[in-house]
C-alpha cells in the first residue's frame, strides 16, 4: 500500500489500480490550469460590464443566452466524447474557445458581441466535464475513479483559487485585460497539459463505461433519463439548485460594487479565492464520504447550504459578509464536484454511456442555471437585491424535498 495526502487529509489506493506518475500529474495539472475554462471569465463579465453602463437585467439576459447555448450542446458533446477515440481533442477544442472568449469581450462590448463570447465560454464548458471525466475513468477505470476524481477536483479548485487571486491582483493593479488575459493563458496551458497525457494510457472502452466493445448508436439525452430514474432524480434536483445557486455569487458582487463598498476585479476575486480554498478540502471529503456512505447523503448535505446562503445574503452585504457565504457555498459545491459525477459514473457502469449520461444530467442541471441570472437580475431590478437572494435561495429546500421524496430510489448509489 502507498500512502498519498493533500493538507492534512490522507487516504490510501492500491499500487494495482494507481496509475503511473507519466498520466497522472499531467491529468493533476489539466486539472489545475482548466479551471478557467469552466468559470472562465464569467464571475468578472458582471462587474466589466456594468463599470461600462450595462443594467443587471441585461447583463443576465446576456449570460442567460450563452448558458442556454452550452446547456443545448452539453447532451451531444457528451455522446461524442463516450465514441471518440480521441478524448483529448475535446480538452484542446474547449481551450481554443476560451481565448476566443477572452479575446472577443475585450474587443468589443456590444451586445451581441458580448453574448457570443458568453457561448463559446459556454460551450467550453460544455465540454470539459465530460472529457476529463470520461480521461480520468479511461485511465482509473470505475475501481480508481472516486479515489482519482477527488484529487482531480482538489487540484481544479486549487487552480480555481490561485486563477482568482491572480485576476484579482491584476484586474487591480491594470484592469479588465489582464483578467481577461490570464484566462487565455490559463486555456492555452491547459492544452499542453492534455497533450503530455499518453493517447495509449486512456482506455476507450473504461472512459465510457463499458465492459463490452459495444457499438451500438447511443440513446438520446431523454431515453438515458428515463432508462435510469435515479439520473432524472439527480439531474432535476441539481436544476432547482442551480436556478437559485448560480446568480447568488455575481448579483452580490454586484449588489456590493453597486453600493461602492468594493472593487470590482478585487471584490469578485476574494469571493472565488474564499469558495475555492473551502472546496479543495471539502471534495476530499466528499471522496473519503462516498467511499463509506455512498454519494447520496453527500448529495443531500451540499443542497442543505443554499438556503442558508440566500438568508445570510439578505441580512448581510458589503465585502465583509463574503467571507461566510462563500465558506457555505465552498462547501455545498465542494460536495458536488465529487457526488454527482461520481454517482453517475457508478449507476451508468457497464453500458457504455457514462459520458452521454454526464452530459444529459449537466442539461437539465443547466436548464435552471441558465435561467438563473436572468432570473435573478431582473427581480433584483424590479424590488432589490436583499428579497431576490431569499427567493434564490428558496430553491434549495425544493431540491432537499425531492432528493428526499425519491429517497428509495437514489440511496443505493
Not at 445570510?312 to 461566510?324: C, D, I, M, N
Given at each position: 500500500m502507498r500512502v498519498d495526502s493533500i493538507g492534512s487529509i490522507k487516504f490510501s489506493v492500491s499500487m494495482t489500480s494507481r496509475p503511473s506518475t507519466s498520466r497522472i500529474w499531467p491529468l493533476y495539472a489539466l486539472n489545475f490550469f482548466m479551471a478557467d475554462m469552466q468559470s472562465g471569465i464569467g464571475p468578472f463579465v458582471g462587474v466589466f460590464l456594468q463599470e461600462r453602463g450595462w443594467a443587471s437585467g441585461l447583463i443576465g439576459t446576456a449570460m442567460t443566452i450563452g448558458n442556454v447555448a452550452g446547456m443545448l450542446i452539453t447532451t451531444p458533446i457528451g455522446g461524442i466524447i463516450d465514441s471518440s477515440r480521441n478524448k483529448r481533442l475535446w480538452v484542446v477544442i474547449p481551450g481554443i474557445c476560451v481565448v476566443a472568449a477572452s479575446a472577443i469581450i475585450l474587443i468589443s462590448q456590444n451586445f451581441w458581441a458580448v453574448t457570443f463570447s458568453q457561448v463559446a465560454q459556454s460551450l467550453a464548458s460544455a465540454a470539459i466535464m465530460?472529457?476529463?471525466?470520461?480521461?480520468?475513468?479511461?485511465?482509473?477505470?470505475?475501481?480508481?475513479?472516486?479515489?482519482?476524481?477527488?484529487?482531480?477536483?482538489?487540484?481544479?479548485?486549487?487552480?480555481?483559487?490561485?486563477?482568482?487571486?491572480?485576476?484579482?491582483?491584476?484586474?487591480?493593479k491594470f484592469g479588465y485585460v489582464a483578467v481577461f488575459a490570464l484566462a487565455a493563458v490559463f486555456g492555452a496551458i491547459a492544452i499542453a497539459c492534455v497533450l503530455m497525457i499518453p493517447a495509449k494510457a486512456i482506455d476507450d472502452r473504461a472512459a465510457r463505461g463499458s465492459k463490452e466493445d459495444d457499438s451500438k448508436a447511443p440513446p438520446d439525452a431523454m431515453t438515458m433519463l428515463l432508462r435510469h430514474k435515479a439520473l432524472l432524480v439527480l439531474a432535476l434536483a441539481l436544476a432547482l439548485f442551480h436556478l437559485g445557486n448560480a446568480a447568488i455569487v455575481p448579483l452580490y458582487g454586484l449588489a456590493a460594487v453597486a453600493e461602492g463598498q468594493a472593487n470590482g476585479p478585487s471584490f469578485v476575486a476574494t469571493t472565488v479565492v474564499i469558495a475555492q480554498g473551502v472546496m479543495i478540502v471539502t471534495s476530499l471529503i466528499a471522496m473519503k464520504a462516498a467511499s463509506k456512505r455512498n454519494y447520496w447523503p453527500v448529495i443531500l448535505v451540499s443542497f442543505m447550504f443554499l438556503p442558508?446562503?440566500?438568508?445570510?445574503?439578505?441580512?448581510?452585504?458589503?465585502?465583509?459578509?463574503?467571507?461566510?457565504?462563500?465558506?457555505?457555498?465552498?462547501?455545498?459545491?465542494?460536495?458536488?464536484?465529487?457526488?454527482?459525477?461520481?454517482?453517475?459514473?457508478?449507476?451508468?457502469?457497464?453500458?457504455?454511456?457514462?459520458?452521454?449520461?454526464?452530459?444529459?444530467?449537466i442539461t437539465v442541471q443547466g436548464v435552471g442555471a441558465s435561467l438563473s441570472p436572468a432570473l435573478g437580475g431582473w427581480i433584483a431590478q424590479w424590488i432589490g437585491y436583499g428579497p431576490t437572494f431569499l427567493l434564490l435561495g428558496g430553491f434549495g429546500l425544493a431540491s432537499i424535498a425531492l432528493w428526499l421524496a425519491f429517497g428509495a430510489t437514489v440511496k443505493k448509489y
Open positions: 465530460p472529457a476529463v471525466m470520461g480521461i480520468t475513468l479511461g485511465i482509473a477505470k470505475q475501481k480508481g475513479f472516486n479515489a482519482l476524481n477527488g484529487r482531480n477536483q482538489a487540484f481544479n479548485h486549487a487552480g480555481n483559487m490561485v486563477g482568482a487571486a491572480l485576476s484579482g491582483y491584476l484586474g487591480y442558508i446562503r440566500g438568508v445570510l445574503a439578505f441580512f448581510v452585504t458589503g465585502w465583509w459578509g463574503v467571507v461566510p457565504m462563500q465558506v457555505l457555498d465552498g462547501i455545498g459545491t465542494g460536495l458536488q464536484t465529487v457526488a454527482v459525477p461520481g454517482m453517475v459514473a457508478r449507476s451508468l457502469n457497464g453500458t457504455g454511456r457514462v459520458n452521454l449520461g454526464q452530459g444529459a444530467v
